[in-house]
């Protein structure tokens, strides 16, 4: 998701794709290491400032199981993420996320509904049995995962404020604090997302609250975010503490910066390339291996038939 545009870049100073790898990945196991020895060091002093992963009781398995593809292990899937808050490296979350408070929370729910309210994390963790669903999900940086989330449809939690007709569309708001988060120049904070509301209300969206059978930790969005799986992983905002009911197509973080880069839908497509590469593979991040096996992407992420019906008639090229 870097911004600078090749145009602004000569050609004898773009790295081979080779050599970036290679280095990419040398130096993302080597400030992983960095970032561990760090994190626990800080946690050793500080440790009221952060929920440490627990293990979830009662969790039901459900039936989305991913059989094709192996579950990436968790150390991957929690210490390669983007979580801008926290800095731009893959490996800066990990590294400083534990900064974050996330006891006590609350979440929000504002704008076009009969009941608004605020929730704490804890409530909300209450209110349904938490269902494990493994889930393909792939970033638009074409590198992909697949993770076993734990949470329950989003839509329960929407049944309970009671959206107004008019609520057409659901804006997430993430935690923006600077005493606890780097915030980089560039972005205007908080980071936000948004879905229509059918989206938002279909059965695979997921308000997630843990990963492999455990509460999430810091850097992939703890206590409480949302798992789009048929989206490009920008969609899937992390560490929410507003949802907000509008009438109108809400802004959003990387579509307000670059429009012509990142849509509103943001729908998995592999016929739609990003203006700057391909969409129609993807680095399959599901073993710990330094050379990822690439795979030829699935339209709408391989979710197609429980969500295609909802783009019908829709210009994908267009509406992307
Ligand atoms: N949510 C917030 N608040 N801030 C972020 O920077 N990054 C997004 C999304 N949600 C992001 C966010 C992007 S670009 C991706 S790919 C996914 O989170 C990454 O989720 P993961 O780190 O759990 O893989």
Redesign the pocket.
């Known amino acids: ?1 870097l911004l600078r545009t090749r145009s602004d870049i000569p050609s004898s100073e773009i790295t081979p794709k080779e050599t970036f790898e290679a280095y990419k990945c040398s130096r993302r196991s080597v400030m992983a290491g960095l970032g561990a020895i760090g994190a626990a060091a800080a946690m050793a002093g500080m440790p009221e400032l952060a929920r440490a992963e627990a293990k979830l009781t009662n969790l039901v398995t459900t039936n989305y199981t991913v059989s094709d593809r192996a579950t990436t292990p968790p150390e991957k899937a929690k210490s390669y ?5 926290f800095g731009e490296s893959k490996s800066d ?1 990990a590294a400083n996320a534990w900064k974050m408070k996330t006891a006590p929370w609350s979440l929000k729910i504002e704008g076009l509904v009969k009941k608004p309210q605020t929730l704490s994390s804890d409530q909300i963790f209450g209110f349904k049995p938490i269902e494990q669903r493994v889930y393909r ?1 792939r ?1 638009v940086e074409a590198w992909s995962m697949v993770i076993p989330w734990d949470g329950y449809p989003l839509s329960n939690l929407i049944n309970v404020a009671e959206p107004l007709p008019s609520a057409k569309f659901v804006q997430f708001l ?1 935690l923006a604090d600077p005493k606890e988060m780097e915030l980089p120049a560039g972005i205007d904070w908080p ?1 936000t997302e948004g879905l229509r509301m059918d989206e938002a209300m279909n059965p695979l969206t997921l308000l997630t609250f843990g990963s492999y059978g455990e509460t999430l930790a810091n850097q ?2 703890a206590p409480i975010r949302v798992i789009v799986p048929w989206k490009y ?2 969609k ?4 929410i503490v507003k949802i907000r009911f509008v009438d109108k197509m809400p802004p959003t973080t990387w579509n307000e910066l670059a429009p012509n880069e990142y849509g509103f839908y943001s729908n998995v497509n592999p016929n739609v390339d990003h203006p700057r590469w391909s969409q129609a593979h993807e680095r399959l991040l599901n073993t710990n291996s330094i050379f990822p096996k690439i795979v030829p992407t699935l339209m709408f992420n391989g979710y197609g038939d429980q969500v295609a019906s909802m783009y019908a008639g829709m210009d994908l090229k267009k509406d992307f």
Request: aromatic content about 26%; overall charge neutral.
């Open positions: 998701m993420n983007n979580f801008y808050e979350p999900f970033c993430s980071y992939q969005g992983g920008f899937s905002a992390k560490s």
